[in-house]
């Protein structure tokens, strides 16, 4: 069993301390704290082919393949109100025969973080993983 750690704490009235004027403090059992379990939060090490590992994988390489193919909103690419994409010239230099930017990498895999982190915990949600 944990061993139990006698402290004393103040008392306060307010924002003020609160004085006793018994000569007796007041003490109160403190219990070390215990480690919780790997909940949805929890980080674990799990080999290079956990299930979690290929959701986040794939969904981010799907957005990826998706802003540089066309399929997705970008900086040269931009969606009208009828949600169709028209190119244009967003005068960011790249090097990409498609157009596609440093700012579309980076935009493109945060999005496919978020939606395969949002696979992950509903996943886990419902038991599944």
């Known amino acids: 069993m944990a061993t139990t750690v006698m402290t004393t704490l103040p008392q306060f009235n307010g924002l003020r301390p609160k004085f006793s004027t018994s ?3 007041t003490l109160a059992a403190v219990q070390p704290m215990r480690r ?3 909940g949805a939060l929890g980080a674990r090490c799990d080999f290079i082919g956990s299930s979690t590992n ?3 994988v794939t969904s981010t390489s799907l957005m990826l393949f998706a ?3 066309g399929l997705a909103p970008s900086a040269n690419r931009k969606a009208t109100a009828g949600l169709k994409l028209e190119t244009r010239d967003s ?3 790249t ?3 498609a157009g596609f930017t440093l700012a579309d990498t980076l935009a493109c895999g945060s999005v496919g973080h978020i939606i395969g982190v949002g696979v992950v915990l509903g996943l886990k949600n419902l ?3």
């Open 95 to 97: 090097g990409d025969p």
């Open 127 to 129: 038991g599944v993983l």
């Open 67 to 69: 802003g540089r193919f």
């Open 23 to 25: 000569s007796a403090p």
């Open 91 to 93: 005068g960011l230099q």
């Open 54 to 56: 290929l959701i986040m």
């Open 36 to 38: 919780k379990g790997n």
